[in-house]
């Protein structure tokens, strides 16, 4: 690659620069992921590998969200963790990023925030159940959890947790997910 290679740049916009502008100019450019997105003409992903990192890549910003829900607070910079760890480890393992790969990381990104959800308030049983005397094995605690939730009145507060953390999600993962269509 020469000098000139070197200094070019492309926006977001489609529009190319070159030269010293180009760090301004990339400064003032909006973010977006550096994927190589195939389309139906180029090489598709394998989509098994693809699902299996993308659980994978939602591991870490599920803890997050867990984490930040201990705390007492709902963010979407768990939900983008979450959903740009998934998109990451999708294209890590299933070799690109494409239109579908992004639709199922989408998809495991819903399912990991229901399930952070889910496994905050268990762990919040648990830990209840265990300062009243009780010793309910963990497990058993979450399979029971939707069902403890609808009973001790909480559905309410469960769904009004869940509704605010997809809106923070898609808030925080929407120029993100739309750069990607691009």
């Given amino acids: 690659m020469n000098e000139q290679q070197q200094n070019e740049f492309q926006l ?10 180009a760090p301004r100019q990339a400064a003032t450019a909006s973010y977006s992921y550096h994927s190589n997105i195939s389309s139906a003409a180029d090489e598709s992903s394998n989509l098994l590998l693809g699902l299996i990192g993308a659980v ?10 867990i984490v930040i829900g201990y705390i007492g607070f709902v963010a979407g910079i768990a939900g983008y963790a979450i ?6 480890c999708y294209e890590k393992l299933g070799k690109t990023l494409d239109k579908k790969g992004i639709i199922i990381c989408v998809i495991v990104t819903l399912i990991s925030i229901l399930f952070a959800n889910v496994l905050g308030y268990a762990i919040e049983i648990y830990k209840y159940a265990a300062e009243e005397g009780m ?4 497990f058993l605690v979450l399979i029971n959890t939707p069902m403890m939730i609808k009973e001790a009145g909480m559905l309410g507060g469960f ?20 750069s990607m269509f691009k």
């Avoid at 977001?12 to 502008?21: K, P, Y």
């Avoid at 994978?56 to 969200?65: Q, V």
């Avoid at 959903?83 to 990451?88: E, H």
């Fill in 12 to 21: 977001d916009d489609g529009t190319t620069g070159r030269g010293l502008a």
């Fill in 135 to 138: 010793e309910p094995s963990f």
């Fill in 56 to 65: 994978i890549g939602a591991i870490p910003g599920c803890i997050l969200w």
């Fill in 83 to 88: 959903m740009f760890g998934a998109m990451f």
């Fill in 159 to 178: 769904l009004l947790n869940l509704a605010i953390g997809y809106g923070l999600t898609v808030w925080s993962c929407s120029k993100f997910i739309s």
